[in-house]
C-alpha cells in the first residue's frame, strides 16, 4: 500500500532526537528551529517526559470517558494554576482543529447563533468549522462552504467595530490567533484583542483565542493573547501542550455552563496523553521556560534586525518570523542542506523560527551564526575594487 500523497517531504529520515538537535540515520546531526511545527516545547524526548509516560504506560494508558480519571484533574489543576485561569473548565481532546471545532460549536451552543468572525490569513485547522474559518480556499472542500463565517482584515478595528454594529446580534464567536502562525508571524495588535474584548461583551458573543501555536508559553507568557491585559472566554490549545504526544484541549470561562453530552470525545483526555501533558507543565515550571522563551527571544530578534539582507523581523518570544527578499529566495532551503537546521516557512516568503522553548543562548548563537555565513554565500559579492569606487 501507497501512503496518500498530501505532504511535500524533505528527503530526510530523523531517527533519534534529543533537547534542540535531531539525527539522521546516518548520524548527520541537525538543529532544530522549527520544532517538528511548533510541537516540541520543553525539547525532543526529555528525560522527564519520557519517565512520566513510560511510568503511565506500565499502569493504565486507556480507558474511556466514562469513568473517572484523576489524571485530568491533576492537569486541570496544574494547567489552571500555570496559565493563571483557576477558574477556567478544561476539555481535552487530541488536535488543534479539534480543540477549535469544539470551541466554535460550543460558542455556539452557547450563545444560540450561527455567525463567527475570523481574520485574513488566519489558520484554524482542516475539519469542517475549523476550515471554514480558516482564509485559505485550497484547502476548503465543497461540503465545508459556508455563510456563516465572515472574514475581516486583521488588525482592522474599524472594520471590527463596523460587522458588530451591522451584525452583533448575529455573532457567535469571533475566533483569532495571538500571533497568526500559518498566516506568516502577524502579531495581533493589543488595541485589537483589547476591542475585540469589548465588542463580544457588549454584543453576548464569544471571544474565541486560539493558542494552539503561539499558547503554551511559546510568546514568553502562557498565552500570547494575555499581553493585551484582556481574558478570553475560550483558549484553544495542541501543539507545545503534550511536546509531541498527541494531545489538545480548551480552556472554557466559568459563565459557559456544560451540560451532558455537548462536546465529546473517545481518545481525549486519555491517561497517556495527559502524563505526557503533565510532564510538560513540570518541566516548563521546573526549568522556567516561559521566562526562558522570552528572554530567547529577544535576543533572537534583536540580532536579526542587524542583519540587512532580511527584512520585517517580527514575533515574540520564540515564535519569530521575518522576510526573505528574492536574491535570496532559497535561503531556508540552503540553511537545511548545507548547514543541517531545520526553519519553518510561510509561503510565499517568510522564515518561521519556532524552536524548543528550552533553546540555549548556545544553540541560538549557532543558528545566527549559520544563518550569516548561509546568506554570506548567497549574496553576490561585490569586488573590493568596485566598493572603493562606489565609496570614492
Ligand atoms: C493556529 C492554529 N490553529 C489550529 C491548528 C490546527 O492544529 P492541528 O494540526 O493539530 O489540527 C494549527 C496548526 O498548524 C494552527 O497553527
Known sequence: MKLFDVYPLNNITITKAQGSYVWDENGVQYLDMYGGHAVISIGHTHPHWVKRIEEQLEKIAFYSNSIIIPIQQELAEKLGKISGKEEYQLFLCNSGAEANENALKLASFHTNRKKIIAFSKSFHGRTSLAVAATDNKNIVAPVNETDNIIF?????????????DEHGKEIAAVIVEGIQGVGGINVASDSF????????????????????????????KFFSHDYAGVDADIYTMAKGMGNGFPIGGILIAPNIKPKHGMLGTTFGGNHLACAAALAVLEVIEQENLIDMAKQRGMYIINKLKNIDAIKNVRGKGLMIGFDVPDEIKDLKKKLLSDFNVFTGESKPNVIRLLPSLALSRKQADEFLEALNECIE????????GELEKVAD
Open 152 to 164: 475581516l482584515p486583521f488588525n482592522d478595528e474599524k472594520a471590527l467595530q463596523q460587522c458588530f
Open 193 to 220: 484583542l483589547q476591542l475585540i474584548r469589548s465588542l463580544t461583551t457588549q454584543h453576548s458573543a464569544v471571544y474565541i483565542a486560539d493558542s494552539v501555536q503561539c499558547g503554551y508559553g511559546r510568546s514568553g
Open 377 to 384: 554565500e548567497m549574496q553576490p559579492t561585490t569586488p573590493k
